[in-house]
């Protein structure tokens, strides 16, 4: 701590006392403080080297042997700093003040009053003057059984946080909350990853600022340390948290049907609690099928092939969900287009012209139609249920990212308050002054 102050002191020198009658009332003398026996008071905590000394001026010695003698100086004295709670600490530095080779019986220390002059006091930018005093002690020291008096004055100075609050805590209360909103972003946005990755460096930038501006020692952890530290494990985590979610959104070919747990806790327990409305996915239940087989009695109802594709057309038409089946409508609407127009060339004729029986005709029909829609029923429903195992999974992750950010936005605020406002608010004492 650097300090500029007027150092006064005053003691009595018998030997240079006079009448004033015998120097025309002259009462008071200023003279070189050179010329007279100065004591040897010294900073004991000092920082800097002991050759500067004291500036030369002049001592105003009155005529009863008494000496005035207050040179101003800057002193660089050594305090310990505990940055425990930077930036909201308050540090106590002392500097004492004594003779370095007189004991008590021959110069002893006294205080010309109990306080500090602050009258000139110029304030400071970055800390705050809460509290000063002056105490004498007395000392006895392993060298011997003398009594070596000091005088130790005692200032107490708090850091001014306003800052600290603009430069370092706000950015970093919405760096928190941009990592927070990560898992509001939909899993489908490409951002997620890149924001998550940008809060974290942001966060990285922010902890050598504070490292510039706290003294190197590893006896104290500042309490804004701890939130920088705090907030980057935060930011890491919602990293691979996000990594996960984006995973279960975006599923490989032929995944996995959900767990009958996951889908009990996840999709039940957490959606519920979440108020998370989540579509009911139905992975079996498909829709209506074409009879595949029909009864002798269908078969006979049906007077030609294009009959048949008429009425598969109509059975998968009327079904629950026709859009997925849009294709085979209109391959069976092909079917009997082809049917209709070839009919009049009589392409069932036989190697020997003759044409084939109207049974074995129907059966013919039938058979290959219903062979072919067989198989794209099948590949259809194959297809769907995985559709619906991707669009359960995708509901899981929707779950577990609601839950990550409410999760988040609760830390953060716990965070937040704990470190940066209750903390702060136990061990500081609030003076009502200061200057």
């Known amino acids: 701590m650097v300090i500029?102050?007027?150092?006064?002191?005053?003691?009595?020198?018998?030997?240079?006392?006079?009448?004033?009658?015998?120097?025309?009332?002259?009462?008071i003398v200023r003279i070189p403080a050179r010329l007279l026996w100065l004591p040897d008071i010294v900073l004991y905590n000092n920082a800097d080297d002991y050759t500067t000394g004291f500036m030369n001026v002049n001592a105003m010695v009155h005529d009863n042997g008494n000496v005035f003698w207050s040179p101003p100086v800057r002193l660089r004295s050594s305090c310990k700093v505990d940055i425990t709670y930077f930036p909201f600490d308050t540090q106590i530095c002392k500097l004492k003040f004594g003779s370095w080779t007189y004991d008590k019986a021959q110069v002893d220390l006294l205080n010309q009053a109990d306080f500090v002059d602050v009258s000139s006091y110029v304030t400071n930018g970055e800390w705050r003057l809460s509290r000063f005093e002056i105490v004498r002690n007395e000392t006895v020291y392993p060298i011997g059984d003398a009594v070596y008096p000091d005088v130790t004055v005692v200032l107490v100075i708090r850091r001014r946080v306003l800052y600290y609050v603009l430069?370092?805590?706000?950015?970093?209360?919405?760096?928190?909350?941009?990592?927070?909103?990560?898992?509001?972003?939909?899993?489908?946005?490409?951002?997620?990853?890149?924001?998550g990755i940008t809060v974290l460096l942001?966060?990285?930038?922010?902890?050598l600022l504070v490292a510039d501006s706290m003294p190197p020692t590893s006896e104290f952890v500042p309490l804004i340390g701890i939130y920088l530290t705090v907030s980057m494990a935060m930011s890491s985590?919602?990293?691979v948290l996000s990594?996960?979610?984006?995973?279960?959104?975006?599923?490989?070919?032929?995944?996995?049907?959900?767990?009958?747990?996951?889908?009990?806790?996840?999709?039940?327990?957490l959606s519920s609690f979440l108020?998370?409305?989540?579509?009911?996915?139905?992975?079996?239940?498909?829709?209506?099928?074409?009879?595949?087989?029909?009864?002798?009695?269908?078969?006979?109802?049906?007077?030609d092939p294009t009959e048949m594709c008429t009425k598969l057309m109509n059975e998968v038409s009327v079904s629950t969900n026709p859009k997925p089946y849009r294709r085979e409508i209109g391959m069976l609407s092909d079917i009997r287009t082809e049917f209709s127009s070839t009919r009049a060339q009589n392409p069932f004729a036989g190697d020997n012209g003759s044409d084939l029986p109207e049974h074995d005709r129907r059966?013919?029909?039938?058979?290959?139609?219903?062979?072919?829609?067989?198989?794209?029923?099948?590949?259809?429903?194959?297809?769907?249920?995985?559709?619906?195992?991707?669009?359960?999974?995708k509901q899981v992750a929707l779950v577990i990212d609601k839950?990550?950010?409410?999760?988040?936005?609760f830390i953060t605020i716990s965070t937040v308050v704990g470190i940066l406002v209750i903390v702060p608010l136990l061990v500081t004492d609030d003076d009502g002054g200061g200057l």
Not at 186 to 191: L, M, Q, T, V
Request: charged share 25%.
């Open 403 to 409: 839950l990550l950010f409410w999760t988040f936005l």
């Open 237 to 239: 985590v919602s990293v």
């Open 4 to 27: 500029n102050f007027v150092f006064m002191q005053e003691w009595k020198d018998e030997r240079i006392s006079w009448n004033q009658s015998d120097f025309g009332d002259m009462s």
């Open 363 to 393: 059966s013919f029909f039938s058979e290959e139609a219903l062979k072919y829609l067989r198989l794209l029923v099948a590949k259809s429903d194959e297809e769907d249920n995985q559709t619906a195992i991707m669009d359960e999974w």
């Open 202 to 207: 942001s966060y990285s930038v922010f902890m």
């Open 167 to 195: 430069n370092i805590i706000a950015p970093c209360f919405w760096l928190n909350i941009l990592s927070v909103l990560n898992f509001a972003l939909p899993p489908d946005a490409g951002e997620k990853m890149t924001l």
């Open 243 to 269: 990594v996960m979610v984006m995973k279960l959104h975006h599923c490989v070919p032929n995944q996995r049907e959900v767990p009958p747990w996951v889908r009990r806790f996840v999709l039940k327990g």
């Open 275 to 303: 108020r998370c409305r989540c579509k009911p996915v139905c992975r079996f239940s498909r829709r209506r099928r074409v009879n595949m087989k029909p009864s002798a009695a269908a078969a006979e109802r049906l007077a």
